[in-house]
């Protein structure tokens, strides 16, 4: 399966400020996915990335707070923007690897 | 839009018991059907999955059923120990590779 490198593995923030997150995969991808698990729930699909495209978003989030970019098959970057409190969560990237998700090992978020 | 419902929400089984989790799903067009386990504070990792085309599949000590007529599929855990206490989630792919899981069922295995 996909191996995807994803850093920070957490960090505690400041309210207002904004935190890039960063996924790397070991192999070529055409499509990466944003997850944002907020504590004690299910895994809510942000957005898909493709490369050489403006991401997907899903309802109820936004490009101007989650803006994402993806430069090539294997990398991908999410931004959580002018933070708060709410936004405190665990972010997860995931690849499609022979038609399953491999995930990674996921950001945990505070907002102070 | 698809919908998974997940039950139940907890499930608590003495060590050697069996545990078996349910999945309802609402678009007939899903054809692709994964059981994931996160234990806490980790990734969730795929343990086992099931395609539309078949009814039942089984690794181990863990299997998984579908009844596409009534759009469920549940996970069994036979013969359960400590280490399989984490939460699992269901999930069911609307669109192209787009997942949609359910609320997750914490599972504890009691010693």
């Known amino acids: 399966s996909a191996v995807i490198s994803q850093k920070p593995s957490r960090d505690i923030c400041q309210r207002g400020t904004s935190l890039t997150i960063q996924c790397q995969v070991d192999?070529?991808?055409?499509?990466m996915f944003w997850y944002r698990q907020q504590p004690g729930q299910s895994l809510t699909l942000i957005a898909t990335?493709?490369?050489?495209?403006?991401?997907?978003?899903e309802s109820g989030f936004v490009i101007d707070k989650f803006p994402i970019s993806r430069p090539n098959l294997t990398f991908s970057t999410l931004t959580v923007s002018n933070m708060s409190p709410e936004d405190s969560s665990i972010y997860l990237c995931?690849?499609?690897?022979?038609?399953?998700?491999?995930f990674g090992s996921g950001t945990r978020l505070t907002v102070v | 839009g698809e919908n998974v419902e997940q039950h139940p929400s907890t499930l608590s089984v003495q060590e050697g018991d069996s545990a078996v989790i349910k999945c309802t799903y609402s678009?007939?067009?899903?054809?692709?059907f994964p059981w994931y386990k996160q234990e806490l504070g980790k990734r969730p990792q795929l343990i086992i999955d099931?395609?539309?085309?078949?009814g039942e599949k089984k690794d181990q000590r863990i299997a998984v059923t579908l009844n596409k007529t009534a759009k469920h599929f549940s996970l069994h855990i036979t013969e359960t120990q400590p280490e399989d206490s984490a939460v699992y989630f269901c999930?069911?792919?609307?669109?192209?590779?787009?997942?949609?899981f359910g609320t997750g069922t914490r599972l504890k295995v009691l010693a």
């Open positions: 678009d007939s067009a899903s054809n692709y």
């Open positions: 999930a069911t792919i609307a669109g192209t590779y787009k997942y949609i």
């Open positions: 192999s070529q991808v055409t499509m």
């Open positions: 995931s690849v499609v690897y022979n038609y399953g998700y491999t």
């Open positions: 099931i395609r539309s085309n078949v």
């Open positions: 990335a493709n490369q050489g495209s403006e991401a997907t978003y």
